[in-house]
């Protein structure tokens, strides 16, 4: 089956960096476009970035154009958000969800989400 | 980029009643419109997409309708197990956004 195990979130202090992992198993992952979705403590969801398939295209929200990064390793089933720069309002829980199509613009859903990781930023 | 505008941001129903909560975007969004549930401590759920589209395994209880800048989420009879936040989200640009989400909770 589908699953989606995101990693790598923890407390960091303002203006640190951290990179998260989503690893992918159950499903070809080189054939999807993958999301990172972020949720603040009580708040709303919040879409963050997207990649394509191959890695080609990735799109970003405002929020944290400039500061983040998406990439993924086909070879390893898995996705990446780095982030730098960080500030107290990007604490949240970010998840990753798979498109329904290869690509970032598909204009399809979302299928499948992970639990997701924290990131708390604060110093 | 393109905004969502859910109302209410809570609703207060019993068990049985007809709930709709509605969804605007800041501008033509044809039907790209997806609708998600979310539990406490869970991922999302799709429900409904393409504005009117019953995910599989979705009861059918649950409908979407609209296109353009208005859409509305409708639960023909509220059961206990729908008590949850519902978020629209919009699929026509690539920089995704959802609404602010509807909290439904029990009367």
């Known amino acids: 089956q589908v699953q989606l195990v995101e990693s790598g979130g923890g407390a960091v202090q303002p203006g640190r960096s951290l990179r998260l992992s989503c690893a992918a198993s159950g499903f070809t992952f080189s054939n999807y476009a993958m999301h990172w979705v972020r949720q603040s403590p009580g708040k709303g969801l919040e879409w963050v970035a997207v990649i394509s398939y191959d890695g080609n295209n990735k799109y970003y929200a405002d929020s944290v154009k400039g500061r983040f990064t998406i990439s993924r390793d086909n070879s390893k089933n898995t996705l990446y958000l780095q982030m730098n720069s960080l500030r107290a309002e990007d604490t949240a829980v970010y998840s990753c969800?798979?498109?329904?199509?290869?690509?970032?613009?598909?204009?399809?859903?979302?299928?499948?989400w992970g639990q997701g990781t924290l990131v708390t930023v604060s110093s | 980029d393109i905004q969502m505008t859910q109302s209410p941001s809570s609703l207060s129903a019993s068990v049985g009643d007809r709930v709709t909560i509605t969804c605007r975007a800041s501008?033509?969004?044809?039907?790209?419109l997806n609708w998600y549930q979310q539990k406490p401590g869970k991922p999302p759920k799709l429900l409904i997409y393409a504005a009117s589209s019953l995910q599989s395994g979705v009861p059918s209880r649950f409908s979407g309708s609209g296109s353009g800048t208005d859409f509305t989420l409708t639960i023909s009879s509220l059961q206990p197990e729908d008590f949850a936040t519902y978020y629209c989200q919009q699929s026509y640009s690539t920089l995704r956004t959802f609404g602010q989400g509807t909290k439904v909770e029990i009367k």
């Open positions: 969800a798979r498109d329904l199509k290869p690509y970032a613009d598909s204009q399809y859903y979302f299928d499948y």
């Open positions: 501008q033509s969004i044809s039907r790209y």
